[in-house]
């Protein structure tokens, strides 16, 4: 199973919004509304942001946002704030219990 | 506080063998599936290995089928990763992740990480 694929790096200012996408196949993202992305800061565990393409949990805040066309999933943040500054990973259902995350977009707040 | 809290990291040379636990609490762990999850020095996460809340059903990355064993302990709120064969590329952050549950529903999500053991196989 090969890693879905993500853009290295996003960037925008404060109160701006960036959208990281996540490209994978029918096997996966495609054929599945089950993506979920996850936070992560520095040296700290992942944090569950979205999941199901676009549900979020309870605590999150309605700034983060989910969508899915076909092979590719996004998670758009809006009104960026600088403790947004961290990494984002993508994670599909693949079958079988199985499960593939993305290569990782690590966000910047200018 | 739900809580899961990893332990048994440390440096083991190629070919070795490590075993890796996570201790549950705050919530009735029997529910759960858990997954085990890990992250290379400035790398991306990966899936390891799934495991049902009964232990019936198990799966593995290809990455380490065959080397690795996952099981668990309802009564004592545990989740192991037996490491055999150990290679440099294993060496990494493991996590233990508790994947969301409901009496309705398939959920197909971690909604709660342990902060992680540190694994370095080297000689």
């Known amino acids: 199973q090969s890693a879905l694929t993500q853009p290295p790096s996003a960037s925008g200012s404060p109160g701006q919004s960036v959208t990281i996408s996540c490209t994978g196949t029918?096997?996966?993202?495609?054929?599945?509304?089950?993506v979920s992305w996850y936070q992560q800061h520095p040296g700290k565990a992942p944090k569950l942001m979205t999941y199901e393409v676009s549900k979020r949990p309870s605590g999150v805040p309605d700034r983060f946002s989910g969508s899915k066309s076909g092979n590719t999933a996004s998670l758009t943040v809006s009104g960026l704030q600088a403790e947004d500054e961290a990494d984002y990973y993508c994670c599909s259902y693949a079958g079988s219990n199985n499960y593939v995350f993305g290569t990782g977009t690590k966000v910047t707040v200018l | 506080e739900v809580q899961l809290v990893e332990s048994g990291g440390g440096l083991v040379q190629p070919g070795g063998s490590l075993r890796l636990s996570c201790a549950a609490s705050g919530f009735i762990f029997s529910n759960y599936e858990m997954n085990w999850v890990r992250q290379a020095p400035g790398k991306g996460l990966e899936w390891v290995s799934y495991?049902?809340?009964?232990?019936?059903?198990?799966y593995y990355a290809d990455s380490v089928k065959g080397r690795f064993t996952i099981s668990r302990d309802n009564a004592r709120n545990s989740l192991y990763l037996q490491m055999n064969s150990l290679r440099a590329e294993d060496t990494a952050v493991y996590y233990c992740?508790?994947?969301?549950?409901?009496?309705?529903?398939?959920?197909?999500?971690?909604?709660?990480w342990g902060k992680g053991t540190t694994v370095t196989v080297s000689s």
């Open positions: 495991i049902s809340s009964s232990a019936s059903t198990i």
């Open positions: 992740a508790r994947i969301a549950t409901s009496p309705y529903y398939y959920y197909f999500h971690m909604d709660v």
């Open positions: 029918s096997s996966d993202v495609g054929g599945y509304n089950y």
